[in-house]
């Protein structure tokens, strides 16, 4: 009572300075008892009643049905949450779908459902090199810790292949891995990603790779490299790799064992590449060599 007698005494069309400080929505609907229980109380069994409530009410169903999402993964409800997006998410805007779906693909991480994690992934990768991400646009605002910033479409697609690169090495498909964390760093490079193909080259066995990608990350030769907690994680890989690099390892037959990337996947993939560094007149050596290895178990 307190809390609605507080609103009602903002001036109409100004925004309430207790929302404001509280990072609330002004009002006294479902989705604002929600947020006011989620945020302001500590509630989140509350909150997902009142959350349940502004969906069934159509007050602000996307925002409702997303957010409820994150509270029940916060109290281990992944399950739940997941067949609520499913279930709900036709009732929601066609903008917010992008966002459910990163929502669904954090909560697959969670609970261990990898293989729909990668489809999922897949999938965002595909509407990208369709030209449907973004509304078509080359940008978009994101929000982290309550700030707004821009991502662009090259940010994205490594965001996503990175993410699909480790959700490949859940599953032990290095070879998968390696292909999309190479794609990754073409299009925007980072230590993390540099450390993780570095891991999945490790788990291969081949050291003298995997210490070369290590040394541009201590060395700072990669955008972000100088932050603490890369320049940690690389010296950490290191130890795996300095004292077995050398002699270089013999060199034995490669198997398509651990790949799974279907062809239109990899052409769409070629394709963006295209477009955002032209120069480029030939396929990746990576996907000529995975090109040789299927022609051979053709044979």
Known sequence: MEESSRRSTSRKGEKD??????????GDTPYVRAK?????EKDPEVAIVLFWKAINAGDRVDSALKDMAVVMKQLDRTEEAIEAIKSFRSLCSKHAQESLDN????????????????DLLKQKL???YQGEAFNGKPTKTARSHGKKFQVSIKQETSRILGNLGWAYMQKSKYMAAEVVYKKAQMIDPDPNKACNLALCLIK?????????????VLEGK?????????????QELMLYVEPRW?????????TTTGFDLEDDFIDGLEKLLKEWTPVRTKRLPIFEEISSYRNKVAY
């Open 17 to 26: 300075p207790y929302c404001v400080i509280h990072k609330l929505p002004s």
């Open 36 to 40: 006011h229980a989620q945020l302001v």
């Open 103 to 118: 929502v669904l693909i954090d909560l697959y991480k969670k609970c261990g459902r990898i293989d729909e994690q990668i």
């Open 126 to 128: 595909r509407l990208i």
């Open 204 to 216: 291969q066995a081949r050291n003298m790779e995997a210490h070369s990608i290590l040394s541009e």
């Open 222 to 234: 990669i955008p972000g490299s100088e932050d603490c907690k890369a320049q940690n994680r690389a």
């Open 246 to 254: 050398l002699p270089p390892p013999t060199k034995e037959k490669k």
